[in-house]
């Protein structure tokens, strides 16, 4: 069973402080992979992929990827009490996603 | 530039009953996915519609069924509802059959089963 995991939280971080959101991942053939932000009673969105070993960066985003560790992160620089939402994780082909982590960002 | 659309957008029904949710995939997309997502759990993959035919399936019994149409837009099926079947059904539309590329999600479907 191809299995996807993350901390479902809550995890809770003042504004203006680093999130950090983790995920690994059972399938070592998984090439490509992907973090969808969900706010209560909405649909997610997708925030950022990732396809290479190392960081990716896009403004107060960045996803680390380390396909050895079969791990995938997304730091959020300068939290925002807008980021508070769940954050999922998802991995390749079947786009099968994790539980997701709830982020809680305090003012 | 119209997103994913689904209807409907709340509905009950009983146990045994039958449900046809309904899907149009955002303009220029092929490809439709449909996901089940309980409350306070991930997305769960149902199966992929392209060019009509199911390509992908995830681990959902034989009462999950879908149609994909000649205009890409889709349809889930669902027979013999059981309570667990309660949940938000969510429809996402891309351009690359393997998901290699970005999911839209559509707003959900929400089922209650009593």
């Known amino acids: 069973q191809k299995e996807v995991e993350q901390n479902s939280g809550p995890l809770s971080v003042p504004e203006g402080a680093i999130a950090s959101l983790n995920c690994t991942y059972s399938d070592r053939g998984s090439q490509s992979f992907f973090w969808y932000r969900q706010y209560s009673g909405k649909s997610p969105e997708l925030i950022m992929f990732i396809y290479s070993n190392g960081d990716k960066e896009d403004g107060r985003f960045t996803a680390q990827l380390n396909k050895a560790s079969q791990y995938v992160s997304l730091l959020i620089r300068d939290s925002q009490p807008s980021d508070s939402a769940t954050y999922l994780c998802?991995?390749?082909?079947?786009?099968?996603f994790g539980a997701g982590t709830r982020l809680t960002v305090k003012p | 530039d119209a997103g994913v659309t689904q209807s409907p957008t709340h509905l009950i029904k009983t146990r045994g009953q039958q449900v046809t949710l309904r899907c149009s995939p955002k303009s220029g997309h092929d490809t439709v996915s449909w996901y089940q997502q309980a409350l306070g759990q991930g997305p769960q993959f149902i199966f992929q519609?392209?060019?009509?035919?199911?390509?992908q399936r995830g681990n959902f019994p034989d009462r999950f069924s879908g149609h994909q149409f000649p205009n890409y837009s889709s349809e889930l099926n669902v027979n013999a509802l059981l309570l667990g079947d309660s949940a938000l059904y969510l429809c996402a539309s891309s351009l690359q059959v393997f998901n290699t590329g970005e999911l839209f999600f559509g707003d959900g479907s929400r089922l209650t089963v009593l």
């Open positions: 519609y392209y060019e009509e035919e199911e390509r």
């Open positions: 998802a991995v390749n082909n079947d786009m099968r």
